[in-house]
């Protein structure tokens, strides 16, 4: 039995979690979530909690047990605390600002470089404007805008500049040394 699949998702009072077929919907404060459930995936609700099964131990279904219960879990807390990412500008001149559903990011380029944020999305800018929080219910789409930002400028190894995460470790490579 897998460790984390067997592990029953505690739903808080706020949440309600159906399930239709191969789909479950989890609805909560802050939205709707839907996910299609893998072939072989049994998901029940059981008073206020979620518990996720398996039909067999085929290799493939034991692998998409808890991943399916932590994806479950995942849209539970997506839909009533919500999620955020950090993402920090550094570098001379380098900014950021926010318009409507669109992010407009001047960082080192000839041209500003406009983002635009998918549904689901908002994107705030500090008064520096050299960080950017993004919210949202959905993890995977938070971290897949959060990959997309970082990669329109990923952080120089020689002086730092670029955009990263606030948690990330930029480990500086020293330039060339003097000749003696």
Known sequence: MSRIGKNPINLPESV??????DSVTVKGPKGELKWDI??????????????????SDIKKIKALHGTTRNIISDMVRGVSEGYQKVL???GVGYRAQVQGSKIIFTIG???PIEFNL?????A???KRQTQLTL????????????ADIRSLRPPDPYK?????????????????AGKK
């Open 124 to 126: 705030e800018v500090d």
């Open 38 to 55: 893998p072939q072989g995936i049994k998901v029940s609700v059981q008073d206020k909690t979620v518990v996720v099964e398996r039909s």
């Open 160 to 176: 730092g500049k670029g955009i990263r995460y606030t948690d990330e470790y930029i480990r500086l490579k020293p330039g060339k």
């Open 109 to 111: 380029y000839s041209r």
């Open 135 to 146: 919210k949202g219910i959905n993890k995977q789409l938070i971290g897949q805008v959060a």
């Open 118 to 122: 998918p549904e689901g999305i908002s």
């Open 16 to 21: 309600d979690v159906k399930t239709q077929g």
């Open 88 to 90: 920090e500008i550094t």
